[in-house]
């Protein structure tokens, strides 16, 4: 089992940037998927980007893509989420989360494929 946890929330302005760390409290994270999704009131869970063990294939949301990189660094157990050219539509609770036993079959961008997940942290872009 892992736990996740989230940090580098906050306020920023719009076209402003963020980013977003999960760091994982175990050594088993380099056979972990990552990804992240974020959560609106009153909306789905919704992708935003995935990683692969190795971090070699990443994917994004359309809505994201271009202003939005995911990394991660097995040897430090961190997945971050680097936002530049924030919108107001980013706001959200972001949460990171791990795929245990997938394979490159596994959709990623499903929130069901992920095994453990973060409590997140609030991401606001607002002036």
């Known amino acids: 089992q892992v736990q996740l946890v989230e940090s580098g929330g906050g306020l920023v302005q719009p076209g402003g940037s963020l980013r977003l760390s999960c760091s994982a409290s175990e050594g088993t994270f380099s056979t972990y998927a990552m990804g992240w999704f974020r959560q609106a009131p009153g909306r789905e869970r919704d992708f935003v980007a995935a990683?692969?063990?190795?971090?070699?294939?990443?994917d994004y949301a359309d809505s994201v893509k271009g202003r939005i990189t995911i990394r991660r660094s097995n040897p430090e157990n961190i997945v971050s989420l680097q936002m530049n050219s924030l919108k107001p539509e980013d706001t959200a609770v972001y949460y990171c989360?791990?795929?245990?036993?997938?394979?490159?079959?596994?959709?990623?961008?499903?929130?069901?494929?992920?095994?453990?997940w973060g409590q997140g942290t609030r991401v606001t872009v607002s002036s």
């Open positions: 990683i692969t063990t190795s971090g070699r294939y990443t």
């Open positions: 989360a791990a795929l245990d036993g997938g394979s490159y079959y596994t959709s990623k961008r499903d929130h069901s494929s992920y095994t453990y």
